[in-house]
């Protein structure tokens, strides 16, 4: 986790003021997302990054946990809550293999932009599962390389031992598809908005 982080740290700052790169698509990913919650809901985000979505979705839950790596991503993230007043979400630094919940307590968790970045997405995708209410949703949109650019991993390992870019893993859209329902999820909706761009996940908890 310790290089992993260090690398969102340094590009925290610069990363907090990019451009969403196709805001149609975001919006769409949030409207989805909304259609799915209730006010009652608790929920957790991980790699929240710089807090934008945790705090777009406020309004529509109870709670959202949003946990990240990067303490300044978090630092960034409670900045911009602190300023729209923002009172449900509570923002740690903490990686999702080390936060902890009783079993079958939230209702939805959110990961985008995150599982093509760890180490060991089957255990994370189990630990979601067990967190989850029945019926409980998690959300995901994910970058999966391998359906077009299979070179990539050989490149990779490179680029994150030199530290140019953090840990990314190689897998397609199947294996993606796999690895949720082979943790008992059942794919209640999907969605790519074109070639190469992440895929967009709604995966249900059998009630």
């Not at 690398?7 to 975001?26: G, L």
């Not at 630092?75 to 007043?85: L, R």
Request: hydrophobic share 40%.
């Amino acid at each position: 986790m310790d290089r992993s982080a260090k690398f969102w740290d340094r590009i925290a700052e610069r990363y907090s003021k990019q451009p969403i790169a196709d805001e149609a698509a975001h919006q769409k990913k949030l409207q989805v997302t909304r259609e799915y919650f209730r006010p009652d809901m608790e929920v957790l985000e991980f790699g929240c990054g710089t807090g934008s979505t945790a705090i777009s979705h406020a309004p529509y839950v109870k709670h959202i946990q949003a946990i990240d790596i990067s303490s300044k991503m978090i630092d960034i993230a409670q900045g911009k809550a602190d300023a729209k007043n923002i009172e449900n979400v509570t923002f740690k630094r903490s990686a999702i293999d080390e936060f902890t919940v009783p079993d079958q307590t939230l209702d939805a968790v959110l990961g985008f932009s995150i599982l093509h970045l760890m180490d060991n997405k089957e255990e994370i995708i189990a630990r979601v599962h067990k967190m989850l209410k029945p019926g409980g949703i998690f959300v995901t949109s994910t970058a999966c390389i391998g359906d077009t650019m299979k070179f990539f991993k050989i490149v990779a390992p490179i680029g994150k031992f030199l530290g140019l870019m953090p840990l990314v893993k190689v897998f397609t859209t199947r294996e993606l598809e796999d690895s949720l329902t082979d943790a008992g999820f059942e794919i209640d909706y999907q969605w790519q908005p074109g070639k190469n761009k992440a895929v967009f996940i709604v995966a249900k908890k059998a009630e």
